[in-house]
């Protein structure tokens, strides 16, 4: 976002907030999630003596690389869900050097990064549950597809802090699907 410094020393940005805040978007954003998400905010600038955020999220990516990538088998898949499920545990502690409230990017680092971690659980939950192998989806322990059981669409998302699942059927249209042959 452009930010402009106005007279008086209030940032354009600021004004915006306080004009959304008060309008409220037509009533699309209750009173209960703007202070959720202002109690969160200072819990994350309260914090102290906990790791840097990069940490957590270059452990991330080493182990969604290593474990979740193409290639998967359910042992390591297992593998690199227990360590999302340790890095949730641990973004819990990460701590903000920069406490303000302008152009805050160690803040919004830390929001994503939880962020991350959240799609991190969906995507490793779903290809657990995934037992075939189909386009980018590689399972060395299924290594066949299955469109009897598969044919379907994997939503996952997260409720009360766990993973859920549910699947939509796939409606085929021009193209019936077949198995790659390179």
Not at 75 to 103: P, Q
Not at 122 to 133: G, H, I, N
Not at 150 to 165: F, K
Request: glycine letters at 6%; hydrophobic letters at 35%.
């Amino acid at each position: 976002p452009v930010t402009i410094e106005l007279p008086g020393g209030e940032s354009t940005s600021g004004v915006v907030s306080k004009v959304i805040v008060a309008n409220r978007n037509g009533g699309l954003v209750p009173e209960s999630a703007v202070r959720d998400e202002e109690r969160r905010i200072t819990a994350i600038f309260a914090r102290s003596g906990g790791e840097r955020p990069w940490k957590v999220r270059d452990d991330l990516a080493q182990i969604m690389y290593d474990k979740a990538g193409i290639f998967r088998t359910s042992d390591r898949l297992v593998e690199c869900l227990d360590k999302v499920h340790e890095l949730r545990e641990r973004v819990g502690s990460v701590v903000v050097d920069d406490k303000g409230d302008r152009f805050n990017t160690d803040l919004t680092s830390v929001i994503e990064l939880e962020s991350m971690l959240e799609a991190a659980d969906c995507l490793v939950t779903s290809a657990l549950a995934r037992e075939e192998s189909r386009g980018a989806h590689t399972r060395l322990d299924f290594p066949e597809r299955n469109d009897e059981k598969w044919m379907r669409h994997t939503l996952s998302w997260h409720d009360a802090g766990q993973v859920r699942l549910d699947y939509k059927p796939v409606t085929v249209t021009k193209y019936q699907p077949q198995v790659r042959s390179y």
